[in-house]
């Protein structure tokens, strides 16, 4: 009843509005807006060539509950095993990755690891990319950390086809070439870690900002016609979230750079930087990355057409988004992820999938990143 | 003596002030600053920018990783003050958006006495430069009560300096004001923004002959809508009053336009 009559209280002020004539333009722009229906695209299966869900910081799975979003991706990924890879975008242990074993903190970070493999229906690929938080949430144990995760992944997956790349705390990029998809993995916390990154054991084919900067100007360059380039790392080359200085009583202080992984921080920057000049020349259809704990579709510039950040993996970790005008979807404090369709021939579509869901379901987006 | 001032005389002693900010807002002005009358045709306040144009919300949220440039035009009407005319103003201004965040922006206008009789005195140029620093940007706050959870909410600072020559016969304007203002912003596509910039400013003597100095409260408010067809493209509708003597109720229209790469 209140509801109605605030609604009605809404209409008569706005026809009071129209009425004096001088606002006319605004009435009809929140008409508009108030009535906007978002088309939802569905494309036949048969006509798609590969599907890549993309959900991160998925390490804070709740055991007491079951449900979204992990359930969900599982329902939707086991449609089309085949043709579907699932990447989890890092920050796959919170809080402090995978300890040495006997640790007390070990179980319980396994069975975070296991939650999101299990998520994996068989027959469809995984891949784990590692964020912060794998690193040891940025502490001196981070490289021995990701080695372990590395390994924990190999052993928990059981016959499926899941890793995770770059692996043995390399900074990559690695490729993937699936059809007309090359999908290039990066270590991002690489580049931002204080502590040791590389030993004697690492044997990594890039080992300098430099090399790195120069293998991933090489990977993005895909050989053939149609192909369809996306990046893979954990730290968003921009964001509207708590990272990029936006939400919360702390941002003016992210703002002038407070930390490391925070979009305005100098090593931070150096990052960004380096990765959006290797995109130079050849700039990549979209750069996809997960740290803010919101779904966001961004515009990327002219250097990457599109930036996605999908980091709502985890039910209990979700946080506020601000929408910039680079935005062109934000969705804040739901979990959720990104379905991205490689069309047969031409044709790329983003998905957004959130929860809890509206009564039209958990799709709340799509978009068209490479038109058909 | 204006009526209004008459009105507020009326009012017992120590109940001058009304109770209520909104009151005093949309109310006839009853804040009477017993030593200040305005006498002047037009008061400093009135011919600068922070007068004479309208009230902007706090700029859009961009990316960190760009500066942008932006331009801006703006027209502005007084009404109802206790002075002879009625005043129209239009100014034209360029903006630099830091890091997505803060706005520093110049701007220069005309004001217009409208209806006015003499034939050599009827107008003045005005300039102004501003700050605009969004402090805390973040989630739908009172937006959440109707449900959208693609609000976002600004909370911010602004200091803005004003310079009108010859206001009157002999009299510079040179006023220097701080505010505080707030903007919810909603809806996915094109975005309607609602705004609210409480303040003060501060006229300060810059004419060969002395004029008074002088301090007053003001509050503006409007809507706007973000993105307009174009996603550096803003139309804003704004309104001011400043809390002192009989200046009347200001509104006018800004369009503003960031250029993206």
Redesign the interface.
Known sequence: MIWLAIRKNIAFRRARLVARGG?A??AI??A???Q?H?KLEEPPGDQIETTLFLIGDAGEPDPRQVGAPLDSLTALASVAPERTIIVFLGDNVYPGGIPAEGAAEWADARRRLEEQIRAIPPGVRGIFVPGNHDWANETAFGLYSIRLQERMIAALAQGKNVRLIPGNGCPGPVSVDVGRLRLVALDTQWWLHSFIVRDSSSHCAASTMATVTAALRSEVRAPGEGRVVLVAAHHP??T?GAH??????S??YR?FGGASQD??SSGNRTM?DSIRSAFKSNPPLAYVAGHDHTLQV??G??NVKYIIVSGAGSAGKTE???????SY??????AGFMRVDIMKGKGVLLRVYRYPGTKHGALAYTRWLEPR | MSSNRVACDAWPRGTRACPLLVMLTLAAPCVAHAQITVQLPIAAEEATPVGALPPMPLPMPASRDQSYWGLRLQVGQRNERSGPEDLFAIGAGIDYQLRGGSIFGLTGGYQKRQNCQSTTDCGHALFGARGRFNVFTGGPTVAAIIGDESATTTIGTEIGFGYAPSINAGVNACTIDVGLPLSVAMLQTVRVVTFVTPGAVWSVGCSSEETPSYRSFLIGFGFGIQQLGFRGLDVNFGAQRILRGATGLQFGVSVSWVRLP
Not at chain 1, 244 to 249: K, L, Q, R, S
Not at chain 1, 320 to 326: G, I, Q
Not at chain 1, 329 to 334: A, E, I, L, M, S
């Open positions: 606002f333009v605004v722009a929140s508009v807006g108030c906007h978002v080359l921009m509207g990029g200085g936006y939400c919360g009583v941002g003016p703002r979009i305005l960004r961004l515009r510039g002219p506020c988004a601000v929408r910039m005008r680079e979807y934000v969705t804040q404090h739901r």
